[in-house]
């Protein structure tokens, strides 16, 4: 399985949403918050030029906003 992470920040309805489906999903993810962690925001930007969260990066692929389709195909998860 390939590592999950999620740039998150508070007060975010769509990173909530997307930490929900991963978790109802059964995968384990890092959580990764950029507004109490300079290190991660610098990676977020720097890494893989996004300024938005939720920022998905699983193995080498990222997405970057709320996408659940985009998140369903690269996971391999069917309806």
């Known amino acids: ?21 991963l978790t109802e999903s059964g995968f384990s993810f890092e959580i990764k918050n950029i ?8 990676e977020l930007i720097e890494t893989y030029q996004s300024y938005s969260t939720p920022t998905i990066v699983i193995g080498d692929t990222v997405i970057t906003g709320f996408d659940l389709e985009k998140l369903k195909i690269e996971l391999n998860i069917q309806d």
């Open 1 to 21: 399985m390939k590592k999950i992470t999620v740039y998150t920040q508070p007060e975010c309805p769509p990173c909530e949403i997307t930490k929900r489906f």
């Open 35 to 42: 507004k109490t962690d300079r290190k991660a925001r610098k």
